[in-house]
């Protein structure tokens, strides 16, 4: 899969769904049967939901960053400004990456380091919007296969390394990734999806990958938390019928172009950004870091 639009016009032809034309197109390119396909997915979204309740039970034993998710959790009960279902999202995002950097078990979707986005828009919708929904899991599962399109399609145009691409590439994409799920999951039509994946990556383009000493725990997981709040916007503009002026193909490209043109100091090498300031430095130094 190389074009979002294409999957777009294939499925417009041959009167599928979104889902149903991306596991069509992955079938005649790998071999996999649909079912086996789907199933496979709903494999995955079942690790995710493991992985999202044990990340919430285990006290976070990051080196640098202190248990944001709790934090975010408490608060939520109160009136937080950005709403309950924002503020839960953000929680299971702050809770799954860090889940990740201390050596938990998670879903890489689609890396390791933004692991945290796509369960967190994904499990806080299926609290706000799923409850009671006979085949929810059916529902979920479909709307990560739109999400893994998205992610495949970012990884053949561009590129989904932080190393490559800076941190436009991780956290971006999965927001990009999680705003499509949102809009599949909402009811949104294909057009709606791609302009909510346009919107996000726009928004981050040019974002830099510069993890202090070199773990993926500042400002990885803190992205997490936050980037989602884009990417749900974004899916929340494009079904108001917002649309992105450059259309989400191009948007990857440029995504691509910008990455390649980032220095190395700012891709995963932890010698620009955030890496280098005196705070960084002094952590570095006390942990016996890179
Ligand atoms: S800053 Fe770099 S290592 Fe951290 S999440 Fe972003 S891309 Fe990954």
Redesign the pocket.
Known sequence: MRSLQDLIKLAEEHGMGLHEIIMTVDSEATGVPTNEIYNLMLSRLKDMRRSTEEASRNPNPCKLVPNTGVLIREYSKGAGMCGGFLLKASAIALEVASYNASMGRIVAAP?A??CGILPGMLFSWEEFYGKGMSDLDRKLTEALIVAGAVGEIIANRATLA?AEG??Q???GAAAAMGSAALVYLQGGKCEAVSNAVALTLKSVLG?????VGGL?ES??IK??GILLAVGVLAADMALAGVVSLIPADEVIDAMGQIGKSMPASLR?TSRGGLAVTPTAKRLSKELNLQ
């Open positions: 890396t380091g933004s932080g800076g941190c590439a991780e956290c974002l830099v990958c510069d993890p993926v400002p990885c992205r997490n995963e």
